[in-house]
């Protein structure tokens, strides 16, 4: 145990040292491309009108973990070059923020209702995968934290 009580071992085997590499480095490749595309979608959107469709907070558990998440799930329809569209995306990013408390994820949606008008905001490079909200999140830099971490753990187990 180090001097703050927190060890951390890593796998037992260099298969499994290996196996921690390799998905790390995916999570850090895809938070980092994830990140790229939402702050591309963000710089080249136009706004269209949208209409609110539905709104909803859903909770999520993340395996044998018993804490759970929320995440804001806002439905709308729009229309882009003439073709009628539906989307989900109240940020650009495809990895979406959950946040702690029911409360919190409602915050995000408070300010849309039902039947409501809304600017969307479209990609011209993907226009069925327009978003609400114009900024980027931190959501995929949260994935590529934790693949540094696996690769980290990983790659110190492996050369062991």
């Not at 990140?35 to 080249?44: E, G, H, I, L, P």
């Not at 907070?57 to 806002?74: A, H, K, Q």
């Not at 946040?99 to 039947?115: C, F, K, L, Q, W």
């Amino acid at each position: 145990m180090g001097d703050d009580g927190l060890t951390v071992s890593g796998p037992k085997t260099r298969r499994g040292a290996v196996i921690m590499l390799l998905v790390g480095l995916a999570a850090t490749g895809y938070g980092a491309y994830d990140y790229t595309q939402q702050s591309n979608a963000v710089a080249d959107a136009v706004t269209v009108d949208a209409e609110i469709t539905d709104l909803a907070v859903e909770s999520t558990s993340s395996g044998s973990s018993t804490d759970v998440d929320y995440r804001p799930v806002v439905r709308f329809t729009y229309e882009y070059e003439g073709t009628a569209y539906a989307s989900t995306n109240v940020f650009p990013a495809s990895i979406s923020p959950t946040y702690d408390t029911e409360s919190a994820a409602r915050s995000v949606i408070e300010g849309y209702a039902v039947g409501d008008p809304a600017t969307a905001h479209v990609d011209p490079a993907d226009p069925d995968g327009a978003f609400l909200t114009d900024r980027t999140s931190n959501a995929p830099l949260v994935a590529v934290a934790v693949g540094v971490a696996f690769v980290l753990v990983g790659g110190r187990s492996a050369i062991r």
